[in-house]
């Protein structure tokens, strides 16, 4: 698919791998629109990429609804990529032998799996207003999973059903869509180096870096925007959950 002359939505692209991706999709000659909770790290960003913003939370459909109408107000909307979410610790049960406490994990499953369910339902409505391309396509949705969709750690219990759900939308999506030529794609990302991670000790940093297959060291969010333009590009990727993960397997914990 030809990107230069066409805009994206980009969900979490505040900082991190959604900053990343911005950046990556922006110097493809892409009007990027940054959505995010944060307005004034989605202010810089698409300031940086030559973009728009909207300060909004992927949870609440009218927000969604709002990015994505900015997003296809200029040139055709033909990407969307979610990487808004975020992580939870907690086992089914704690050392105490107390249960798993359901609100966190309702708030994980909001964030991660509603969240992308919004924005990929009302992107995907406007993508397929747009005029067909060679052989009828008319764009492409990328979520964010994890590796924790396959390999969940102890206390993963709510992360990992989340990004197992992305897994899960993958197939059914892209069928869903392939009547509007829209394709719809997953990424599963290991490490990656981003500002969650960046809380760490470096001796920790570094020691989760030597656990990748190889190379070993931390993901760079750039590989992760370079993945987003090349699965854009492709036009005979479809259906597909990608891991972009160095080839670690995650240990139990």
């Not at 397929?128 to 008319?138: F, H, I, N, S, V």
């Not at 036009?235 to 959950?241: C, D, P, Q, R």
Request: net charge negative; hydrophobic share 45%.
């Amino acid at each position: 698919m030809e990107l230069e002359g066409s805009s994206a939505l980009v969900t979490g692209a505040a900082s991190g791998l959604g900053a990343a991706t911005a950046r990556a999709l922006a110097a493809e000659g892409v009007h990027v629109t940054v959505f995010d909770l944060n307005e004034g790290g989605a202010k810089a960003v698409a300031e940086e990429v030559g973009g728009g913003y909207v300060a909004g939370d992927v949870t609440k459909p009218e927000d969604c609804q709002r990015a994505v109408d900015q997003a296809a107000s200029g040139p055709p909307l033909r990407i969307a990529v979610n990487c808004a979410g975020t992580g939870w610790i907690g086992r089914v049960i704690d050392r105490q032998g107390n249960p798993h406490e359901l609100g966190p994990f309702e708030l994980i499953q909001r964030l991660n799996v509603i969240g992308t369910f919004n924005v990929m339902t009302k992107a995907a409505a406007a993508i397929a207003k747009t005029e067909p391309l060679e052989d009828a396509e008319r764009g492409v949705i990328v979520n964010t999973s994890s590796v924790a969709a396959f390999d969940g750690q102890v206390g993963q219990l709510a992360y990992s059903a989340s990004k197992g759900a992305i897994v899960g939308m993958t197939l059914p999506a892209a069928r869903d869509l392939s009547v509007v030529g829209i394709r719809v794609l997953a990424i599963a990302p290991g490490l990656f180096d981003t500002p969650l991670l960046g809380m760490l000790p470096e001796e920790q940093r570094r020691a989760l870096g030597e656990s990748v297959l190889f190379p070993k060291r931390l993901g760079d969010p750039a590989r992760f925007g370079q993945l987003v333009v090349d699965i854009a590009r492709n036009s005979y990727l479809n259906a597909e959950v990608i891991r972009l993960d160095g080839g670690i397997r995650m240990p139990p914990k």
